[in-house]
């Protein structure tokens, strides 16, 4: 579904250096497949995301979207980000429509898909709220409402529960699991936190630091469905402390797992 060939990104810095946030990145992602890219901060996760979604261009190599070059953004591809970015003057039911009211596709089957869609992330009753009458999880759950209200293959998500408290932030890794088990995608999945990757992932890429590399490919072998006592499982544990070996040892990737 998703190709990432030899992918190189250099930023121009404001003193005119230049700064390599990635460096020959190679991956595939099949389709309706979760896949967390995890590692330090600065090493291009979001960066690698954003190329994908079409929202920056590589210096080197390219990326394809079911075998079509990605040169912009994509009407088959959703994206969240860390704050959900919400229209504070518009309701719940306007914001997810958004999308659709932008390209004038709001019909009446647009709006069962989006209250089908507020219903599904547990926002049922909550319409006609407006954002700041809702909790931070809350308005997570109604921008990735948004992100999905055009139906696309594939949903980018920039550490999209990170300014969450714990315990919303739980709530909301079973809610995503629960929301894809419902409506597969194909997702990728930018994140800090290591349980949270392997609880949620098929495979957890890990990023060497700057300039960013793929370290290890990780396949996580929990059965689905999962929950949190999946983390004491020996599997989890293993892929965790794999994770963190890579990351907190600051390994760098050999040459035969750059692709």
């Known amino acids: 579904m998703i190709r990432v060939d030899r992918v190189t990104k250099v930023f121009r810095s404001r003193d005119g250096a230049d700064v390599t946030a990635l460096s020959d990145v190679s991956m595939e992602i099949g389709r309706n497949e979760f896949v967390a890219l995890v590692g330090a901060s600065g090493c291009g ?12 261009s590589p210096s080197q190599g390219g990326i394809e979207v ?14 969240v980000f860390q704050s959900p970015t919400l229209l504070p003057w518009a309701t719940v039911l306007d914001n997810v429509l958004f999308p659709l009211k932008i390209m004038r596709q709001v019909d009446a089957g647009a709006m069962d898909r989006a209250h089908a869609l507020i219903d599904l992330a547990g926002l049922h009753g909550f319409d006609g709220k407006y954002p700041r009458e809702l909790s931070g999880g809350m308005q997570q759950r109604a921008a990735i409402c948004r992100a999905l209200i055009q139906d696309p293959d594939i949903l980018l998500m920039d550490e999209p529960f ?13 809610e995503l699991l629960r929301i894809w088990t ?7 999945f930018v994140t800090h936190s290591i349980p949270e990757a392997v609880l949620l992932a098929d495979r957890v890429i890990v ?11 990780i ?31 600051a390994r760098r990737p050999r040459a035969d797992t750059a692709a």
């Open 45 to 56: 996760k979001s960066t690698l995301l954003r190329m994908i979604g079409g929202l920056l």
């Open 66 to 79: 079911a075998g079509t070059p990605v040169t912009g953004p994509r009407r088959d591809t959703g994206i």
């Open 162 to 174: 990170g300014a969450l408290d714990a315990l919303t932030r739980e709530e909301m890794t079973l």
């Open 182 to 188: 419902e409506q597969p995608k194909t997702i990728v």
């Open 207 to 217: 990023m060497s630091p700057r300039p960013g590399r793929i370290a290890e490919v």
């Open 219 to 249: 396949d996580v072998p929990l059965p689905r469905p999962r929950d949190f006592a999946s983390e004491a499982s020996p599997d989890f544990q293993a892929c965790a402390g794999r994770i963190r070996s890579l990351i907190f040892g």
